[in-house]
Every structure is written in structure tokens, then in C-alpha cells.
């Protein structure tokens, strides 16, 4: 017998794999095991950096492994390989069901009725891979970015473009029939930089992604983009420092509902249900926001950045509301948070590759919109703060945050004041909720990798322009 004739996988994931899984499950079910998955992938990466005029960095990156996770009661054990022999496969699986003290062969009782016929969501995508910009188109886009950039603005002294291409093949398949095959292509651009005059210097960064869409890339305005940045860059540069207090704030849409990920999104999965972090485990049905917000989380947008033809437990995706008019409705539910919660599973089951188990995890989340334009929103406040664009923050387990403002202004008397700088909004999802008090209909979605116990992810962050009552800013 031939090392190649001794691998399960002929080159190909398709429905010809169906007996050598149904085989391995088999097995795992015989052991005593409740639930047997195995998850199987091959991906293909890459990722470019250029800095100021040249490229700086080109990391491909290729992958094949797969994931084997048993469930016993409320319990799972799960051991990743990248060897997919028939004894490498074998051998993951003996130390999956080690974990829960269960011994292939030590049981007769077999109940596994074979997989159903494979799901195939992949069927039409075969040809992303090869139609996806190469090595050199991609690298003549960066650069042609970072040259506009530099013609746009004497002061940048720092001129960064990034790309990232991730493709993967994937089949699921578990002892509860489940049969399913997809690919995913992901390509994303994220272009920062730094301006210097004297002794002023400002920041701005911007990242555009998509999902399903090999001509993203060929696609990108890049022109439009620096003008957006170096514009932002340029009114910064000479910005005063905020004063620190406690104000209303109008926040922007795309990229302003970072902070409803972070600080609410992540309360919301089953995740934080078995840690006991979460302060909403026992409000659904139960007011926990202001009656102007609703939010839901879903993986159908077309070409949204965290958009899946099914999760990574082979299930296809919902339209999760989350909140409604203030009322929590539902929570984000993997196959393991389900069994252990009893919260019912969304489609929300991801990971970042085969070396990770799922987990719930959000794909694209967003504060719906509303009924007001978003100049009514800044009419409505007297004295506060507008925050078109936001950076980097973080997250306590139980919603506490901080987020920076990258670009900020002062409202004064309902119209936008000079622009300020060093602004921090500091606030606990539980309080903030009940102050979001007006969203506007302007809905928009920006993309963004979320990082949990199961990896990095992409996904989707959204709202329209929200306006809440009083937060706590810092600065100076």
C-alpha cells in the first residue's frame, strides 16, 4: 500500500471522503462518545506590507490539518493534527476520546447512521483561488496607494499599506449527520499614517475588507481612500487636547460599533455565559437597553467581511436578533454552548483554523438603524463631543471599556466646533446601553478581526451615527 493510498485526503474534499469519515466517526461513537465532529481544511495566505515606497514584507503561508472534538454529556475533548494519514487521523482521535476517559473498542453500542449527503456551499467558488489578484498585481496596488498618499500630504512621514489575501476549503462533518463542504476567500486593505509638522503629530488608519469577492482588491478606490485619511491626518495634526468630563457623545457609523462588539457583542455569546461573566445571563426578555436601539448579528450581508455560507460547525447561518427596541431576544450559540447553556445554536459556531475548537462567535454585528439624520443628532446636543473615527481600546470581561478617538470634534450649540485630540471614552456596556438615546439612518459596515478563545475571526462591526445621553471622556 502506498503512503498516498493510506491518506485520507485524494487531493480533493469532496463526497468521495464520505466512507474514511464515516469510518472515524464511527469508531469514536463505538468508544461512547455522545457527539464525534471532524473538522478538515486547507487554506492558502498571503500577506504584503509596503512602507513608504517599497515593499517591506511578502509572507505566503499554506495550511492542511484537521480538528477532531468528541462530546460526552457537557463535556468535549479536542485535538488538532496536520497529519491526515489514516493513522494520524486514528491517533487524534484516541487521545480526543482519552480526554473524557473513553477508549476505542472498550464499548459494542454503535447508534451512528452515517452522514447525509454532503452539503456543497462551495460548489460555484472553486475558481476564487485563481481568480484573486497574484503576487504582482497586489504588490503594484500597495505601492501605487502609498505614492497617492505622499502626493496628497507634505507632512506624512509614515506612509503604511497592508493587504491580506485568506482562502480555505473546509468539510465538517459529525455524527449527528452532518455533512458540509465550503470555501471562503477573505481579502483586506488597511492603510495608516503618521504626520508630522514641528512639534504636532497625528495618526490615521483605515481598513476596508470583503468576503466572496476575488475582484476586491482590483476594486479598491484607492484615491478616494487617501484623500479620506490624509484629510483626517491633516485636521488632527494641529488639534488641542480634549478636556475630560462627562458628556454627550455622537458617534459615528462603520467603525463606532466597535465599541458595541466589544462591550456588548462579546456578553452576548454562550462563551461568556459558561465563564459567568456575563451581566445579561439572566435578562432575556428583560430590558437592558434604551428602546432606540435594536441589534443583530447575521452571516448574509453579500461580500460583508464577516458574511459565511455556514459556520464551522457545518451549519448554515440566521439573522440573530440580538436586541429589540432595548429587550434582549437572543444569544450567539456554538454546538458546546448549547449543550451547556441550552440557549439554542445560531449558525455562530467559528474558528480560526483546524487547530482551534469553535466557538460562539459573532460574524456581522450591528445597532440597526434608526429614524434621524445624523445632523439631528448633532443639533440635539448643547455642549459634547463628535467622534468620526475610532482606534484601538480595550475590554474587560464584563464590559468594562476604554476606546481612543482618533478623529474627534467639539459640539458646541448643535454644530460641529474645532477638532480635538486625545479623547478616551471610558464606560461599562450595562450603563451605556440605556443612554444610547437617538440612532440615525445611516447605517454602514466596516470590517475587522475579533479575537477569542477560538482564534482570530473576520468580521463585521456596524451602526449608524448613535447618540449617548452622557459617557466619561478622558483626556487632558
Known amino acids: 500500500m502506498t503512503k498516498q493510498s493510506e491518506n485520507l485526503l485524494f487531493h480533493t474534499f469532496d463526497e468521495t471522503l464520505k466512507p474514511q469519515i464515516e469510518d472515524l466517526l464511527s469508531l469514536g461513537k463505538s468508544a461512547g462518545a455522545d457527539i464525534v465532529e471532524i473538522f478538515l481544511e486547507k487554506s492558502d495566505n498571503i500577506s504584503l506590507l509596503a512602507e513608504q515606497d517599497a515593499i517591506s514584507s ?31 487521523l486514528l491517533f487524534a482521535l484516541t487521545q480526543a476520546l482519552g480526554m473524557l476517559g473513553l477508549e476505542i473498542g472498550s464499548q459494542n453500542k454503535n447508534n451512528f447512521e452515517g452522514l447525509k449527503n454532503l452539503k456543497d456551499f462551495g460548489i460555484d467558488k472553486n475558481t476564487w483561488l485563481n481568480d484573486s489578484p497574484d503576487l504582482n498585481e497586489s504588490t503594484i496596488k500597495l505601492l501605487e496607494s502609498t505614492k497617492l498618499l505622499a502626493s496628497k500630504n507634505k507632512n506624512l512621514q509614515v506612509r503604511r499599506a497592508s493587504y491580506s489575501r ?13 455533512f458540509a463542504r465550503d470555501i471562503r476567500l477573505h481579502q483586506t486593505v488597511g492603510i495608516n499614517v503618521i504626520a508630522i509638522k514641528d512639534k504636532h503629530r497625528s495618526t490615521s488608519a483605515r481598513r476596508y475588507g470583503s468576503s466572496g469577492n476575488p475582484n476586491d482588491l482590483r476594486n479598491w478606490d484607492i484615491d478616494k481612500s487617501s484623500c479620506d485619511l490624509n484629510e483626517s491626518a491633516q485636521k488632527m495634526l494641529h488639534a488641542e487636547y480634549v478636556e475630560a468630563g462627562q458628556m454627550p457623545v455622537v458617534l459615528a457609523n462603520k467603525f463606532g460599533g466597535v465599541i ?46 464577516g458574511s459565511i455560507s455556514m459556520d464551522d460547525e ?36 467559528r474558528r480560526q483554523n483546524f487547530s482551534f475548537a469553535a466557538a460562539s462567535r459573532m460574524r456581522n454585528t450591528y445597532i440597526k438603524k434608526g429614524n434621524y439624520s445624523p445632523e439631528k443628532l448633532i443639533e440635539s446636543i448643547e455642549n459634547g463631543l463628535y467622534c468620526k473615527s475610532m482606534g484601538g481600546g480595550s475590554v474587560g470581561p464584563t464590559g468594562q471599556f476604554n ?31 440605556p443612554r444610547i438615546s437617538m440612532c440615525a439612518n445611516d447605517l454602514d459596515l466596516a470590517a475587522g478581526f475579533c479575537g477569542s ?20 471622556v478622558g483626556g487632558r
Open 58 to 88: 511578502v509572507s505566503p503561508s499554506f495550511g492542511i490539518g484537521a480538528g477532531i472534538r468528541v462530546f460526552l454529556g457537557k463535556k468535549d475533548g479536542f485535538v488538532s493534527t496536520n497529519d491526515l494519514s489514516k493513522a494520524g
Open 166 to 178: 485568506n482562502w480555505q476549503e473546509v468539510i465538517v462533518a459529525a455524527t449527528d449527520g452532518v
Open 260 to 305: 458595541f462588539h466589544e462591550a456588548c457583542g462579546h456578553l452576548l455569546e454562550t462563551t461568556q455565559l459558561e465563564r459567568g461573566t456575563s451581566p445579561f445571563h439572566d435578562k432575556v426578555n428583560k430590558q437592558i437597553a434604551h428602546k432606540a436601539v435594536s441589534a443583530v448579528d447575521e452571516g448574509l450581508s453579500n461580500y460583508a467581511f
Open 314 to 349: 457545518g451549519m448554515e447561518p440566521q439573522n440573530t436578533l440580538l436586541i429589540e427596541n432595548g429587550i434582549l431576544k437572543k444569544f450567539l450559540s456554538d454546538r458546546a454552548g448549547s449543550l451547556r447553556t441550552g440557549h439554542p445554536r445560531t449558525g455562530s459556531g
Open 403 to 433: 476606546f481612543s478617538v482618533e478623529e474627534g470634534y467639539l459640539i458646541k450649540k448643535g454644530k460641529l466646533d474645532k477638532p480635538v485630540k486625545g479623547a478616551t471614552l471610558i464606560g461599562e456596556a450595562k450603563e451605556i446601553l
Open 453 to 472: 478563545v477560538s482564534g482570530s475571526v473576520n468580521v463585521t462591526v456596524g451602526q449608524p451615527h448613535i447618540k449617548v445621553d452622557s459617557i466619561t
